[in-house]
DNA sequence: CAACGACGCTCGAAA
DNA sequence: AGCGTCGTTG
């Protein structure tokens, strides 16, 4: 950078954001409320601190996602004048996971673990968390392995080990707990695993009793940046605090910086530990605190909505949210009928948006504004909601109406069979102490090793403390085998052998690329021709995705191999290195890569899969959106119930939490916002009643357009339905603009359904009433006897009496 | 040993 | 409605 070029960095700031990338030296707390420029603040401090002088290896700036990690390198380096900057040699940006995954490959032994480790998602988790509380002879029904894996997990965020949890559980099921964490950390150990809460924990504790270790890190990350800060948990807490250390000596402290907003706090549930935030300033005496409280993003009524809500919240920091901009459109607020109805109002709106609808009448347009009223792309659009399950009936109107798409589930490619079973195959490759993977592909696709005797080989190398892939290679030694098996699991075990050039990656054999890797093991596994077979035998229609599904990975891994870059590894420190390697001994290229991949694909966060440039209206969880921001914005489902959620309904802690989520769905939004809820919403197949969430009552009816359209039906009037007792949406429900047509619907009183008698039914066809609950939810039981499942409950609503 | 169907349980957000 | 487990059959 030219001498003065770094002065640039400074333009168009307000002051407070101008003194934020100023302030270099010693901590400092940023607090940025939404939309208030808190990414160009971050990208152009680092890009200020590197310009006055700090070299850039000494800068690890930390994020929650993948995404977002890019994201803030990219501009960075955009701002030292270009990708191909030679200044940013060394700069750390990066997610806490992944930090943590390197540094424990390179300091695997201060953590007693070995450097090939794998990491395993919760599915892993699950079944290794079973094997275990099966091993243990407790009963999966009253230990069910999701909720032991959460209290292991809060355990775990809370820096707790095995023992010190064993050390507070006092009642039957706590103890019992302690022990299934006991073993399942054992378990993890011995197949050389370790799982997300590990990364942060173990990395923790290595910071913290490993002073050679915690030296090194702190000698090299002089500047220390962490986002999301009111997201972190304890073990976050920790490896921050003790990276950032006491600072240089004869300093004011270390110079650590987290950005910030106590109003965005949603991981809570996760660990999340909001005083993290709120006892910055007691934590680093003399800390700087810069406010930043004016919004760039969002339109006057959008933001009103959203600080009126926010307020509601009493455990908080009084904070000032505005901006200067006036005009743009009310908020649209509908209630909706059901939620088919719900899916079909907001395409509407959402087509409504991309013709470029006129603002709002009512709301003058300032003309110095820029909240040009054109249409807006797809990609400029997103739905929120609470939980994934919402997504179907949206997705279903989507594609209705030719509305390209995309969910934001990063996991979800990855998620499947085939992915999970290939990937199965490459972790064995990478770590051969991998049972959970060994026992997922042993017999993917069948080749004569069965349940029976994999529990034969199983037991026995549990007995003689050995991982099952040398249970398998010694099966000559185990007595009641068959000899088809035994000689099914030599050839098992000789195929694997031949992938990895008998464990040490050096045979002749072993493939150069890991693309050539991914494919040979694909082909030579089986795996590809059991799809291939399937899809010929049955012309199934998955089979012939799958293997499509299975060719993507290649080319995903082959696209990896491309960007992959060794020496970019934030854990590699230079100098240190060089004296360490003699140690370590070289790990073969293609390994290392194999290694890299395997994480990186771990590690990918829902919100990474966010791409503008498809061209598509994104959907996904109000988790998801954090961080985001889209011109239009539609919220669904603000039911009791749904937002807050039920199990959050219980504690007050938890339902400012939901307020606050609901708060981050509505800052998202630049320029246009649609709330729904629908007057009933079917849960697990059943159509329930609903009331409208507590905190669409609480914004400003005044910042709002809000429409009733849940009996805009003439056929409903003086049905069972049309009992009004709707909880207030509105004072004044506006007149319908375009409602979708509706489904046509018959209802009535209970009394016109007498037990015995017959009904039709739009989808289950002809059947009989065998029993009836009146009430608020009445609901009838019909026998049908052309339907599967025979008797089904049913709302009156869908109901004929023939 | 594999494949299929019936039954029963669950039903939150995630790296 | 969707999933996992169990029991039956081929």
């Known amino acids: 950078m030219e001498a003065d070029g770094f002065q640039g960095l400074l333009d168009g700031l307000t002051e407070p954001q101008a003194r934020a990338v100023q302030h270099t030296e010693g901590a400092l707390l940023i607090v940025a409320a939404a939309g208030s420029g808190k990414t160009r603040v971050i990208t152009r401090r680092i890009a200020y601190l590197i310009g006055t002088g700090a070299p850039p290896w000494s800068i690890l700036a930390l994020t929650f996602t993948n995404k977002a990690a890019g994201e803030m390198r990219e501009r960075v380096l955009h701002l030292l004048g270009g990708a191909e900057s030679r200044q940013a040699r060394g700069l750390t940006v990066t997610t806490f996971h992944s930090l943590c995954a390197r540094l424990l490959r390179r300091h695997a032994e201060a953590a007693g673990l070995k450097p090939d480790f794998t990491i395993y998602d919760t599915s892993d988790q699950s079944a290794l968390c079973k094997k275990v509380i099966e091993s243990l002879q407790l009963s999966t029904s009253n230990f069910p392995p999701r909720s032991v894996l959460s209290a292991i997990s809060n355990a775990k965020n809370q820096l707790l080990t095995a023992e010190q949890f064993a050390g507070r559980a006092m009642d039957f099921s706590a103890r019992n707990i302690a022990k299934v964490y006991s073993a399942y950390s054992k378990a993890l150990r011995a197949a050389n695993a370790v799982d997300f809460d590990d990364l942060l924990l173990l990395t923790a504790n290595a910071l913290r009793e490993n002073e050679p270790f915690r030296s090194e890190c702190q000698e090299r990350w002089q500047y220390l940046l962490i986002d999301e800060y009111q997201d972190t948990n304890s073990a976050q807490f920790q490896i921050a605090s003790q990276i950032a250390g006491k600072g240089a000596p004869g300093s004011q402290g270390p110079n650590i910086c987290v950005v910030g907003d106590p109003d965005q706090s949603i991981y809570g549930w996760r660990g999340a530990d909001i005083s993290n935030i709120l006892d910055f300033e007691e934590h680093y005496k ?34 000032p949210l505005f901006t200067s901009r006036t005009g743009g459109d009310k908020v649209d607020a509908i209630l909706c009928r059901d939620e088919r109805h719900e899916s079909e109002l907001v395409v509407t709106w959402l087509k409504h948006l991309h013709e470029g609808d006129p603002l709002d009448p009512e709301a003058p347009l300032n003309p110095d504004d820029s909240l040009a009223p054109a249409s807006i792309a797809w990609r400029e659009m997103a739905i929120f909601y609470r939980t994934n399950s919402l997504s179907r009936v949206m997705e279903d109107a989507l594609r209705a109406h030719a509305i390209p798409y995309t969910i934001a589930r990063g ?392």
């Open 286 to 319: 003399g800390a700087s605190v810069i406010l930043l409280g004016e919004n760039f993003r969002s339109t006057a009524p959008i933001l009103a909505v959203a600080d009126t809500l926010i307020k509601n919240n009493k455990k908080r920091k009084a904070k």
């Open 411 to 802: 996991t979800a490619f990855y998620d499947r069979e085939e992915i999970k079973n290939a990937l199965g195959y490459l972790r064995m490759v990478a770590n051969p102490a991998d049972d959970v993977s060994l026992s997922r592909i042993v017999n993917t696709p069948a080749r004569g090793i069965g349940d029976t005797s994999l529990t034969r080989v199983e037991n026995w190398a549990t007995v003689n403390g050995l991982t099952l892939l040398a249970g398998l290679k010694r099966a000559g030694e185990i007595q009641d085998l068959s000899s088809r098996a035994t000689n099914a699991i030599a050839k098992f075990v000789e195929q694997l052998d031949g992938w990895t050039g008998g464990g040490s990656f050096m045979g002749a054999e072993v493939p150069s690329t890991l693309a050539e890797l991914v494919e040979r093991i694909i082909r030579e596994s089986g795996l590809e021709a059991m799809y291939k077979s399937q899809a010929k035998a049955s012309k199934n229609e998955s089979d012939e995705e799958r293997l499509d599904n299975l060719a993507e990975m290649v080319s995903s891994a082959r696209e990896f191999e491309l960007e992959y870059d060794p020496d970019n590894d934030p854990a590699a420190f230079p100098g240190i290195d060089e004296a360490r390697s003699g140690q370590l001994g070289a790990i073969p290229p293609l390994l290392g890569m194999l290694r890299a991949y395997l994480e990186s694909v771990t590690l990918v966060a829902d919100a990474d899969a966010v791409d503008p440039s498809q061209g598509s209206v994104t959907l996904m969880t109000l988790h998801a959106a954090k961080g985001l921001e889209f011109k239009g914005v539609a919220m669904i489902g603000l039911e009791e119930g749904m937002l807050p959620h039920s199990r959050a309904r219980e504690s007050d802690k938890e339902l400012e939490e939901e307020r606050r989520l609901c708060f981050v769905g509505i800052t998202r939004a630049m320029q246009r916002l649609l709330l729904t809820a629908a007057k009933y919403r079917s849960m697990r197949g059943i159509p329930e009643r609903t009331v409208p969430s507590r905190f669409l009552a609480e914004l400003p009816a005044e910042h709002m357009r809000i429409s009733d359209q849940s009996d805009a039906y003439a056929d409903l009037k003086g049905t069972a339905w049309d009992d009004d007792e709707d909880a207030d949406l509105a004072d004044s429900p506006a007149p319908a603009p375009a409602a979708a047509p509706p489904p046509p619907r018959i209802a009535g009183p209970a009394s016109q359904f007498p037990v015995g008698s017959r009904v039709r039914h739009p989808q289950f066809g002809i059947g009989e009433i065998k029993s009836v609950t009146p009430g608020l939810n009445a609901r009838a039981e019909v026998w049908f006897k052309d339907v599967g499942k025979k008797t089904l409950i049913l709302e009156y609503a869908r109901l004929t009496r023939i």
